[in-house]
């Protein structure tokens, strides 16, 4: 189902400037975030209605886009799902192999995915299109799009702009990256051919900066 891209000839350099960023801070970020979801409830209750959801439409495995070192693939492997996790990262590949040996881990671009059409029952993008330029995520959405079956359930997380309908541009502290109005993100979902099924925004914890959105839809076109 997926096909290597290891080749960055052709990379955009916000894309390179992304992927260099985090393989440099791939250790640090593993140490910081093994146990995050531990005292994240709301996350996990997020996480276990998206699992759910895809098993409740029985059409294929699940992809963890910008799995970083795999502690959301992890996660979801252990409430039973079939997950297999994608990064932008080759650092964050290898430490995730090392993490989650028995999990599959590939190298590759919420761009430009390596995965066949109607392939996927469900996709994962936690924190994972905020350093995408706003301009382009219509794309990716599309890209998601064309590559999950029909019913198939897609899983948004990301930081939230202060303003009611904007993107924000923020200081991410790894790479430059994008806050969104909720309510924006789920526009574009729906021009991609999905349904909103739930919107969950909650207050920044106490090391967040930012409240943090989720958006669970599915493909209905």
């Known amino acids: 189902m997926l096909d290597s891209t290891e080749d960055f000839a052709d990379e955009r350099p916000d894309v390179a400037a992304t992927r260099a960023a985090y393989d440099d801070i ?13 005292g994240a409830v709301l996350d996990r209750a997020i996480l276990g209605a998206f699992v759910e959801s895809v098993a409740g439409n029985g059409s294929g ?32 590949v290898e430490l995730a192999r090392a993490e989650h040996p028995q999990l599959f881990f590939a190298q590759g671009s919420v761009e430009e995915l390596p995965i066949g059409d109607s392939a996927l029952g469900g996709i994962v993008a936690w ?19 064309r590559v999950l079956a029909s019913k198939g359930h897609v899983l948004l997380a990301f930081q939230t702009a202060d303003l009611p ?52 839809a599915s493909k209905v076109r």
């Open 127 to 145: 924190y994972s299109l905020i350093h995408t330029p706003p301009e382009r995520v219509p794309h990716v959405l599309n890209e998601f799009h």
């Open 61 to 92: 495995p699940i992809a963890d886009l910008g799995c970083g070192p795999g502690r959301i693939t992890g996660h979801l492997a252990s409430s039973g799902a079939r997950v297999f996790g994608l990064d932008l990262s080759p650092r964050m």
């Open 165 to 216: 309908d904007a993107v924000e541009a923020f200081d991410h502290k790894v790479t430059r990256a994008y806050r969104w109005a909720p309510k924006r993100l789920a526009r574009l979902l729906d021009a991609a051919g999905f349904a909103m099924i739930a919107r969950m925004v909650r207050e920044p914890g106490p090391d967040e900066r930012f409240g943090q959105a989720y958006l669970l």
């Open 26 to 38: 791939a250790e640090l970020y593993t140490e910081l975030f093994r146990n995050h979801l531990a």
